[in-house]
């Protein structure tokens, strides 16, 4: 999807996110759909939401940054009538035993992350995981 035109790739994510209300897991389906995307050094600045791109420019841009990975899988879920309800925060943290750091997605109780191709309970995720900031996504419908 990401290798076509700007209108073709609006309609191929369109079709992408038609798919995820019937998909039987679509979050694992959203981060495979993010795998192909056009990867960049980091593109978007994760500290200051008021730089972030909308759904719109960020496909427009077609340029993923770690950080616009995990945003392009918020905007996807968010964008359907199935995660319509959901609670959408991300997440900048840092796993202080192993110092990485993390751009994590939570969506309601579950976690997604572009540094990893699980699902994870939010209780389930390391106590060593510290969340420096939490972004509350405003609703898209």
Same mark, same amino acid.
Request: charged share 25%; glycine share 2%.
């Given at each position: 999807? /990401?290798?076509?035109?700007?209108?073709?790739?609006?309609?191929?994510?369109?079709? /992408?996110?038609?798919?995820?209300?019937?998909?039987?897991?679509? !979050?694992?389906?959203?981060?495979?759909?993010?795998?192909?995307?056009?990867?960049?050094?980091?593109?978007?600045?994760?500290?200051?939401?008021?730089?972030?791109?909308?759904?719109?420019?960020?496909?427009?841009?077609?340029?993923?940054? *770690? /950080?616009?990975?995990?945003?392009?899988?918020?905007?996807?879920?968010?964008?359907?009538?199935?995660?319509?309800?959901?609670?959408? *925060?991300?997440?900048?943290?840092?796993?202080?035993?192993?110092?990485?750091?993390?751009?994590? !997605?939570?969506?309601?109780?579950?976690?997604?992350?572009?540094?990893?191709?699980?699902?994870? *309970?939010?209780?389930?995720?390391?106590?060593?995981?510290?969340?420096?900031?939490?972004?509350?996504?405003?609703?898209?419908?």
């Amino acid at each position: 999807m /990401f290798e076509k035109s700007f209108e073709a790739r609006m309609s191929a994510w369109r079709k /992408f996110r038609d798919s995820l209300e019937s998909s039987d897991d679509p !979050l694992k389906d959203v981060i495979s759909f993010y795998k192909s995307a056009p990867y960049v050094s980091m593109h978007t600045d994760p500290w200051d939401q008021k730089t972030w791109p909308g759904p719109w420019q960020l496909l427009h841009e077609n340029r993923y940054c *770690e /950080f616009a990975i995990v945003l392009g899988m918020c905007y996807s879920l968010q964008l359907t009538n199935r995660f319509n309800h959901s609670n959408f *925060e991300i997440h900048i943290s840092t796993n202080n035993e192993k110092s990485e750091s993390y751009y994590l !997605l939570y969506i309601d109780d579950l976690v997604i992350g572009h540094n990893t191709d699980s699902v994870i *309970e939010k209780r389930n995720l390391p106590d060593a995981l510290y969340s420096q900031r939490i972004y509350q996504m405003p609703v898209l419908h």
